[in-house]
Nanobody, 122 residues
Framework: QVQLVESGGGSVQAGGSLRLSCAAS????????MGWFRQAPGKEREFVAA????????YYVDSVKGRFTISRDNAKNTVYLQMNSLKLEDTAVYYC???????????????YGQGTQVIVSS
């Protein structure tokens, strides 16, 4: 089991920045990869970004490339999502995820956090 606790959500104006954090713990941690998903009102949850715990290779959905950066701190068992140049359409609940190689190849996590709200306003 892996426990994931997100923090750092909030409200920001379009063009602003936020940094999300996700602290991981559990007997089966570290996982192969960690990542972030988001779910906007009335929409399905979508993959945002992932990072391999070993090596640090990163993956992004096209809509956030160049604006979001995922990173990890191995010593703190924490993954971050730096979000810059935020747009209205980035408004969603953001979920931290941990999982196997499927998180990278199939964009599907094995464990999810409780989510943190991000609201981008004009």
């Amino acid at each position: 089991q892996v426990q994931l606790v997100e923090s750092g959500g909030g409200s920001v104006q379009a063009g602003g920045s936020l940094r999300l954090s996700c602290a991981a713990s559990g007997r089966t941690f570290p996982s192969y990869a960690m990542g972030w998903f988001r779910q906007a009102p009335g929409k399905e949850r979508e993959f945002v970004a992932a990072i391999r715990w070993s090596g640090g290779t990163t993956y992004y959905v096209d809509s956030v490339k160049g604006r979001f950066t995922i990173s990890r701190d191995n010593a703190k068992n924490t993954v971050y999502l730096q979000m810059n140049s935020l747009k209205l359409e980035d408004t969603a609940v953001y979920y931290c995820a941990a999982g196997s190689i499927r998180l990278v190849t199939g964009r599907k996590g094995d464990y999810y956090g409780q989510g943190t709200q991000v609201i981008v306003s004009s």
